[in-house]
């Protein structure tokens, strides 16, 4: 789809595109002396790749710029997180398959290294993320749901615009915090469901 | 580089070093081309992974990880003997069946090590910080890993097991029983890729489904890019040059990911790491040209 308009096709919906503007936002809340956000992902990841293009326009409108470091097997990802000691501020973990999968591998770089991990996948707090702002996948299924219902009762799919989600989850672990250097702010700690590393 | 990274590259090298040992048993000691170990370096992450979560001493978890690794090359060897399937399907069918069995083993795509103890938890060597004890521990297994590959290669059996990959039919004349030759020596390599898939896990924290995706490219670069730079004759030397190889592929690999020089981007990371295998392999040859002004060794 070129854009969010209605398309007056038989195409609407909504989409679970990663709010990286608030991924930022997010990044900020946790580092605030962060410049360099480093991003670990697959090459070979289609959603992935646009995630970090996306990711270099966001950055450099809030004045940072963004470190690259590929993995293109689970078995780098170790690898390319250590890239990132001394060349970022932060790593930002988009929701690639290579690196959810091989995630304690990155937490244990952000805990020698002293680099934080700020994640797109809520999942991933409880593996040893600092903090994520994510989708509630139910709230979209309920706002996907109440789409259908507009068509069911006859409006035509083309009509309606395609929609993001406006909930989103936002979750810290002051533990893992602690470990990779930093302390979260009180206001942080008060607005976000907070876990522990299991 | 960082000291980080640097240590990651040797941390991760030493263990792709057991994994170059266990190639270069198959394709070059034994002569078979054996895929297998694209399945049992996850099979080993697997078994070791998941005894140690089921509250298995770790040192324990490895072991039996060992013995799975052997299975699984013993049965690729068994195919091709007694099945009389060719080399390189019978690793294959092995390699994807592994897959299943992995998925069977850790009864999900992956699972992760983070409070639970391993053998580098163990060997704290006396408050160490982790990133100097974990390769340390590292070394000191791939140093006794190479002894006793060493050692058995110097005995009568290790003896046979070449003498079965250098020239089958000699051997047999000899009374050697090649088939079972055969299949030790492929269960001995998938023993040391298993124990370093075993590893892998527990120093980064997980086991993962698709993490054996390439081990063999890893370990054929490794034994090549060690015999091209170390050629000798001892088998002592060989089986050295073989961890070498893979401490220098990882090495290339971290070099890698610090180009961010002339326009190289994050993709082009695998076509830089070639670049540098390639380089590295034309060094010996310089040497020769420029025999009068390099008298070494080779």
Not at chain 1, 1 to 7: A, L, N, V
Not at chain 1, 149 to 176: C, D, H, M, W, Y
Not at chain 1, 188 to 198: H, I
Request: hydrophobic share 55%; with cysteine; proline share 4%.
């Amino acid at each position: 789809m070129k854009s969010w308009e209605p398309t007056g096709t038989n195409v609407t919906g909504v989409s679970d595109l990663s709010p990286l503007e608030k991924h930022i936002a997010l990044i900020k809340q946790v580092v605030p002396a962060a410049k360099r956000i480093g991003v670990i992902y697959s090459p070979g990841e289609a959603n992935s790749v646009a995630i970090v293009d996306s990711l270099k326009k966001a950055a450099s409108a809030a004045g940072m710029t963004v470190v690259e470091a590929a993995a293109a097997r689970t078995v780098d990802v170790p690898t390319a997180a250590q890239s990132l000691v001394g060349k970022a501020d932060v790593i930002y973990t988009p929701t690639d398959n290579n690196v959810v999968s091989a995630f304690e591998g990155i937490v244990k770089v952000a805990q020698q290294g002293k680099l934080p991990v700020v994640a797109a996948d809520t999942a991933t707090v409880e593996r040893g993320a600092v903090a994520a702002l994510g989708l509630n996948y139910t709230d979209i299924g309920r706002q996907t749901g109440k789409v259908v219902v507009r068509i069911l009762k006859g409006e035509k799919p083309g009509a309606i615009a395609s929609q993001t989600s406006a909930n989103f989850e936002l979750v810290v672990n002051p533990g893992a915090a602690k470990l990779q250097g930093v302390t979260l702010s009180d206001e942080l700690l008060k607005t976000a469901k907070v876990v522990s590393t299991k | 580089m960082s000291l980080i990274a640097s240590l990651g590259a040797i941390e991760i090298g030493l263990i792709f070093g057991l994994v170059a040992l266990g190639v270069f048993l198959s394709f070059r000691i034994i002569n078979f081309p054996d895929l297998t170990v694209d399945g049992s370096f996850p099979l080993g992450a697997a078994v070791a992974a998941t005894l140690i979560v089921a509250g298995w001493n770790p040192v324990a978890a490895t072991a039996v990880a060992c013995v799975a690794g052997a299975a699984s090359g013993w049965v690729t060897a068994w195919l091709n003997v007694k099945l009389k399937i060719m080399q390189l399907l019978a690793s294959i069918l092995v390699m994807i069946a592994l897959y299943s069995i992995n998925l069977r083993v850790m009864g999900k795509p992956n699972v992760a090590l983070i409070t639970e103890p391993t053998v580098f938890s163990m060997a704290s060597f006396g408050g160490m910080p982790e990133q100097w004890a974990k390769p340390l521990l590292l070394l000191l297994i791939v140093i006794v890993a190479k002894i006793v590959v060493d050692m058995f290669f110097a005995s009568e059996a290790g003896l046979a097991m070449r003498a079965t990959g250098g020239n089958a039919r000699m051997a047999r004349a000899q009374g050697i029983s090649t088939d079972f030759h055969t299949m030790a020596g492929l269960a001995l390599s998938n023993a040391l890729v298993a124990l370093a898939g075993a590893l892998f896990a527990q120093s980064q924290g997980t086991a993962d489904i698709s993490m054996g995706v390439g081990t063999i490219v890893i370990g054929l670069a490794a034994v090549i890019i060690g015999e091209t730079l170390i050629p000798a004759r001892s088998m002592v030397i060989t089986t050295l040059a073989c961890i070498v190889g893979a401490l220098l592929y990882r090495f290339f690999i971290a070099m890698a990911l610090n180009t961010d020089f002339m326009g190289l981007q994050a993709q082009d990371l695998n076509l830089v790491t070639a670049v540098l295998v390639a380089f590295a392999l034309l060094v010996p040859a310089y040497k020769r040209r420029l025999g009068g002004l390099f008298k070494g060794k080779n």
